[in-house]
């Protein structure tokens, strides 16, 4: 299975600023992800990133609010952008090769002030 | 109607029993089911994927599949008190190539 590192592991922030996250894959995949897990909720779904082209947004996600980037198949940024509390969460990475499987980053915790 | 629907739990077994989680999906062109297990303050951990109707058996995990009536179930045999966590239930988007729906997740807690 895919070996996926996250950084930074956690984070507090000043609402209006941004914060990018990075997510490392020790191997090439095909397919990379974004999801969001708000304190006692389940994962939604935030984005693909495309590698090499822009990243595909779900309902209700936006590219000025999320801006990611894929340059390769391994790595891949989210950047949350002007940051409010609503916002304090856990993102993580995830990452596909197959149908069959797709494995999760550690998450990056952040709270937002 | 939710996505993908789960108990939210706890779901109270003792050590030894057969625990029995269940989920159901409203989207019939979904294809891929997957359950993850996730600890307390930890990412989700991918226990099994399935796509066939009938069991996929995987040491004490057993996934079960109905697509006629859009139900997907874990079976885990005797339970022990590490697999108490919170168990995933995830569907594909259609169109969506592994774009995951999750459910809230149930809370198993295996109790000696």
């Known amino acids: 299975s895919a070996v996926i590192s996250q950084k930074p592991s956690r984070d507090i922030c000043q609402r209006g600023t941004s914060l990018t996250i990075q997510c490392q894959v020790d191997?090439?995949?095909?397919?990379m992800f974004w999801y969001r897990q708000q304190p006692g909720q389940s994962l939604t779904l935030i984005a693909t990133?495309?590698?090499?082209?822009?990243?595909?947004?779900e309902s209700g996600f936006v590219i000025d609010k999320f801006p990611i980037s894929r340059p390769n198949l391994t790595f891949s940024t989210l950047t949350v952008s002007n940051m409010s509390p609503e916002d304090s969460s856990i993102y993580l990475c995830s990452a596909s090769d197959s149908q069959e499987t797709q494995y999760f980053g550690p998450g990056t915790r952040l709270l937002v002030l | 109607q939710k996505e993908v629907e789960q108990n939210s739990g706890p779901l109270s077994v003792p050590e030894g029993a057969i625990a029995s989680l269940n989920c159901t999906y409203s989207?019939?062109?979904?294809?891929?089911f997957f359950w993850y297990r996730q600890y307390s303050g930890k990412s989700p951990e991918l226990i099994m994927f399935?796509?066939?109707?009938g069991d996929k058996e995987d040491g004490r995990f057993t996934a079960q599949l109905n697509k006629a009536s859009q139900y997907v179930s874990l079976l885990i045999r005797d339970s022990q008190p590490s697999d108490s966590a919170t168990y995933l239930c995830?569907?594909?988007?259609?169109?969506?190539?592994?774009?995951?729906?999750f459910g809230a997740g149930t809370r198993l807690a295996v109790h000696p």
């Open positions: 995830a569907v594909n988007k259609p169109g969506g190539y592994n774009k995951l729906i």
């Open positions: 989207d019939r062109g979904s294809q891929s």
């Open positions: 990133a495309n590698q090499g082209s822009e990243a595909t947004y």
């Open positions: 191997s090439q995949v095909t397919m």
């Open positions: 399935i796509y066939s109707n």
